[in-house]
């Protein structure tokens, strides 16, 4: 079975250890280079960034009289190895910050004991300190680690079981001052080394890349040495040995660490050779704070990977992270600012964080929430009222979802066969509509003519029929003494806004109305203003039995739904026959009610009829030979796309490149829905936005041959 690595499993815990040493350097002054780093807030700094990070220990050279050099060398790097072995067998990464590299050599003995005998190391170096005692120049130990960690000691090879790490499994990066002797012992060895000039040659990040695969190529984990005089002297001057000119440029290095550097096999960090008497403007602290910035700050998932790892894959979001939104525009993660064309599916009809509303809603919350139905409460009564009076309804059910209405809409329905019209028991039939969106509940998918929505879930309730949508005469035939109710859309919205033929809401109004069959709208997307009336009804002057509101009715800050209905059809509920704890609360009753007077206030039925109008005249006049239909009513408009040059899913992401929120239907169709108060001016804005996208994707698609022939229209 595929191993599910959780994002959040990057999160790690960091062991900062100070290798405070300078025995192996000729300035051992760089002892202090590891507390000066940790007195800088490294190990807060990490914690910043969402890992637990502590400081595990500072392990110190100790010279007494009589030792030589090499036995304290041997005694710190127990110690440190000691250290670092802990971190990583308790599963954390160490981080160890060392005076001068010869700690190199208890950093990583402890840590490839820790990862059984199987480590890879990307040694990060203008120098490849690779000799022995015997052959070093200048008999500093800080040029040696390297030789040692491949088992190579005094010049003679040591038996293979005490090398720390495989010379396959190693990649030297970024030399650039080295001896013959060095070169030829790696050469032998065969540890592949890619000095500056290749670096030079073909990037950093070919080079890292290539190092990575060896460094993990059948390893239980890989580390990096960084050793700071392998950086361009003029971004970190404050090293021990500086070497000339043309090292591996901070950004370049900052880079690659961002983009991979925290990969989940890195098992330990480790960066020396800092000396901070030599950092006068602090220049190398701040490289070395601004390393282990990008390596942490890469570690903390992004929230797209963090949703596509936790949250079921019932969606498939446009690569956009929101983080705020005021009217009609929304901001994402990094800063940029869209036009909200798209309002949640129309839930937004009122803007992002309307002041009234986040008002309402925080007077509210601050003094009393939620009830349950169990009691009165004295919100809940002034929201139906207003809201039966202005939909001309006598009752309402309150729910919190458009499916949990709709739902309450087809029990109701039944009921109130079985009761008022006589249908025999379990008779019941209710109508619907083909291609028709209501939900994605059990009962309501029964009613769906998506195969999608069906597949998979059944066995399926029974007790529904399907008429093709805009033909009444459809309808009429398949009414049966047993129909209850005919569901319908006043225009089907996920369909991909499709408007029915002129009257045939008031022909199926009637036709219910001589037949005692319940005519019930869904107006959960099309209701409260967004077709440019309160209910899209309204535009045939249909007066539905029964009606299922939503979206906008929450005032883009709650879920608040309803039913509504006449007396007779509602009142065949009796306590017990139906309940939300949720539903109706004073809270959701507070924010639904003022959402309501907003409407009114700020007329935003007219509005969506006058904008949506010049929206829809001026969608028309783009032109794109792209585009084979604009149709919509209000401010609920959908432009259809030819499918033969050009995806619906393709056209969200560019409109998205260029600011716009919007969103794909059913493969063809882009909708323009913007929060109805949207001003003159953001839609201005808006339409040369979308023209812009347009203009792209025509210069992209229409030189392009056609990926299939034009369907007949
Ligand atoms: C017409 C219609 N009815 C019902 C629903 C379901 O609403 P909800 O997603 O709030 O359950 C939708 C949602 O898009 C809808 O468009």
Known sequence: MEQRVAPIGRLREVTVIAAAAGIGAPDPRCAEGPEHLLASGLVERIAQRGHVAVHGATVRARSTRGRTRLAVHRTFCAELAHETNAAVKRGAIPLVLGGDHCCAVGTWQGVAEALGGSLGLIWIDAHLDSHTLGTSPSGMLHGMPLAELLGVVEGSHRPPALATVAPR???VLGARSYEAEEVALLAELGVRVIDMDEIEAHGLDRAFGEALEIATGGTGG??????????DPADAPGVNLPVGGGGIGLAALRKVLAERGLDPRLAALEIVEFNPHRDRDARTERAVTSIVDVIFGAAAPSPVERERFFSAHNYDPLPAVLVR?????????VGRRYIDMMSAYSAVSHGHCHPRLVAALTRQASTLAVTSRAYFSDRLPAFIERLCGLTDMDMALPANTGLEAVEAALKVARKWAYEVKGVPDDCAEIISCEGNFHGRSIAIISMSSEAQYRQGFGPLPTGFRQVPYGDARALAAAI?????????EPIQGERGIVLPPPGYLAQCARICRDNNVLFIADEV?????????FLACEHEDVHPDGLVLGKALGGGLLPVSAFLARADVLGVLRPGDHGSTFGGNPLAAAVALEALEIIVDEQLCERSARLGAELLRELRRIGSPLIRDVRGRGLFIGVELDPAAVTAHEAALVFLAHGILTKDTHETVIRFAPPLNIDRDTLDEALVRIRAAFAELDAKHLSAPRKRPRAPA
């Open 325 to 333: 939104g005021s009217g009609s525009h929304v901001w994402d993660d």
């Open 169 to 171: 499994n190693v990649c």
């Open 480 to 488: 049966t003494p047993n129909t209850a109710a005919f569901l319908v």
């Open 222 to 231: 890989f580390g990096i040495t960084l050793d700071l005089d392998a950086l």
């Open 525 to 533: 997307q099309t209701g409260l203003g967004r077709t440019g009336r």
